[in-house]
């Protein structure tokens, strides 16, 4: 079992070519005998997707929200009638961040 110097992600072994291959940045490894490797070659890593919550009118509302009222005021027009929902969006050890949007006037925001 070999682990990926780069992003210590497993590496896997292609049979075929007889490589230990990365399957997440690419970077390969061919095994020596002497039971060291020796590297092949390098493919740059991606920047990893970012999620982007943008405020306005055109967000919708995911089926899982539930209205609440009396508990939290939209900042924008000071409705106590909100939508709110939770999503994972950091480590999983980290609590989840509260999604709220105001249903009078569209306003979306998130609390950590």
Same mark, same amino acid.
């Given at each position: 079992?070999?682990?990926?110097p780069?992003? /210590?992600?497993l590496?896997s072994f292609?049979?075929?070519?007889?490589?230990?291959r &990365?399957?997440? &940045?690419?970077? #390969? $490894?061919i095994?020596?005998?002497? @039971? /060291?490797?020796?590297?092949? /070659? %390098?493919?740059?890593h991606?920047?990893? #997707?970012k !999620?982007v $919550?943008? #405020? =306005? %009118?055109s967000? @919708?509302?995911?089926p899982n929200?539930? !209205?609440?009222?009396? *508990?939290?005021? &939209?900042?924008?027009c000071?409705s106590?009638?909100v939508?709110? +929902?939770q999503?994972?969006?950091?480590?999983a050890d980290?609590?989840p961040?509260?999604?709220?949007?105001?249903?009078? &006037? =569209? *306003? %979306? +925001? /998130?609390?950590?």
């Amino acid at each position: 079992m070999m682990f990926c110097p780069k992003c /210590r992600s497993l590496m896997s072994f292609d049979s075929k070519r007889r490589v230990y291959r &990365c399957s997440r &940045c690419g970077y #390969e $490894v061919i095994p020596n005998n002497n @039971s /060291r490797a020796i590297v092949s /070659r %390098t493919i740059e890593h991606k920047e990893k #997707e970012k !999620l982007v $919550v943008i #405020e =306005g %009118t055109s967000v @919708s509302v995911p089926p899982n929200a539930v !209205l609440v009222k009396g *508990h939290t005021r &939209c900042p924008k027009c000071g409705s106590e009638e909100v939508y709110a +929902w939770q999503m994972q969006t950091r480590a999983a050890d980290e609590p989840p961040t509260t999604f709220y949007k105001c249903p009078s &006037c =569209g *306003h %979306t +925001w /998130r609390e950590y």
